[in-house]
């Protein structure tokens, strides 16, 4: 569990990167949990568009994502949402103490 200051600097660090996939109408697959999965393991923090298509809430899936996947709920910000997941191979953001 991560605190509000780190979450605040997480999201901080999450303002400038680019949205790297997006959750359509077929919602939460297997293959795309295994995506984003890799691409936290990759990356740490990353940022998602939901499509109005999907006819999904934004946040119930930042939650749905973040329980499945073990990662932290940084944010929702209209359809964007941000998760991050320390790496187990070589964590590179290092978040405030506690």
Do not use: C, F, H
Not at 3 to 19: E, G, H, M
């Amino acid at each position: 569990m991560i605190t509000s200051k780190q979450r605040a600097y997480l999201r901080s660090l999450a303002n400038p990167i680019p949205t790297i996939m997006q959750i359509g109408k077929g919602g939460l697959t297997e293959n795309l949990l295994k995506t984003v999965s890799d691409a936290l393991e990759a990356r740490e923090l990353i940022k998602l568009n939901v499509l109005e298509n999907s006819g999904e809430d934004a946040y119930a899936l930042l939650q749905e994502l973040a329980a499945q996947l073990d990662a932290e709920p940084v944010a929702v910000v209209g359809r964007k949402i941000v998760l991050y997941r320390a790496s187990e191979k070589k964590p590179v953001i290092e978040l405030p103490k506690k």
